[in-house]
């Protein structure tokens, strides 16, 4: 069964890093492009990083573009998201998702075009 479990959310005072990885385990292939996405209470979940497992192609929205920085580790099946330069605004439940190769390259950005979620991690930024 394919299975995506993200880890390392946590409470940081704004300006600080966390580090998220996303671990996938069962999937019967390993070039699925990853996501990461953020819902905000009250809000629209938000994709704003994706990388091509490919060519490891990376993509940024503008909101945490020079902010974070999404990188893959193919051999532990493990996507990470670095997150520096917090703000109280970043606060949200961080998913990571895996779609079809493809994806990061066309957008990357809709939910739509993921097939698979982990549970989720919260990140809480303090001002």
């Known amino acids: 069964e394919a299975r995506l479990v993200e880890s390392g959310g946590g409470l940081v005072q704004a300006g600080g890093s966390l580090r998220l990885s996303c671990a996938a385990s069962?999937?019967?292939?390993?070039?699925?492009?990853i996501g990461w996405f953020r819902q905000a209470p009250g809000k629209e979940r938000e994709g704003f990083a994706c990388?091509?497992?490919?060519?490891?192609?990376?993509y940024y929205a503008d909101s945490v573009k020079g902010r974070f920085t999404i990188s893959s580790d193919n051999a532990k099946k493990t996507v990470y998201l670095q997150m520096n330069s917090l703000e109280p605004e970043d606060t949200a439940v961080y998913y990571c998702?895996?779609?079809?190769?493809?994806?990061?390259?066309?957008?990357?950005?809709?939910?739509?075009?993921?097939?698979?979620w982990g549970q989720g991690t919260q990140v809480t930024v303090s001002s």
């Open positions: 998702a895996a779609g079809p190769p493809g994806t990061a390259v066309a957008g990357g950005f809709s939910r739509y075009e993921y097939d698979y």
């Open positions: 069962g999937f019967a292939r390993d070039d699925y492009d």
């Open positions: 990388i091509d497992r490919t060519d490891g192609r990376t």
